[in-house]
């Protein structure tokens, strides 16, 4: 269920260990995948901020927020505008 990779997801990136950093993140990219709405923005989010200066992790995060964006979620709106990129 993508709702349950989402949390795991969510808890394994708070913790000290970088592989569990790591697979937090696969959780959360397998949940977005899977069109998870919440994993899309916070994927996306994280690709942005984290990994921004790998191009292809920076433009996989704002094609995730977009994607968020235009099932209407309001936090990847508000992302987009307060960055003033485009949805």
């Keep these: ?8 997801g ?4 708070s913790t000290k260990r970088a592989k569990d950093r ?3 993140m696969q ?3 397998r949940a977005a995948e ?3 709405i ?3 923005y916070a994927t996306g989010a994280l690709l942005v901020e984290l990994r ?3 191009a292809e992790s920076f433009d996989e995060g704002i094609r995730l927020l977009r994607r968020a964006a235009a099932k209407g979620h309001q936090p990847a ?3 987009l505008a307060e960055r003033q990129m485009p949805t």
């Excluded at 269920?1 to 795991?8: I, M, Q, S, V």
């Excluded at 969510?10 to 990136?13: E, F, G, K, V, W």
């Design 27 to 29: 959780h959360l990219a």
């Design 10 to 13: 969510l808890s394994l990136i």
């Design 52 to 54: 921004g200066e790998e």
């Design 1 to 8: 269920h993508a709702g349950a990779r989402f949390k795991l």
């Design 22 to 24: 790591e697979d937090g």
């Design 38 to 40: 919440r994993a899309e």
């Design 77 to 79: 709106i508000n992302y």
């Design 34 to 36: 899977q069109g998870y």
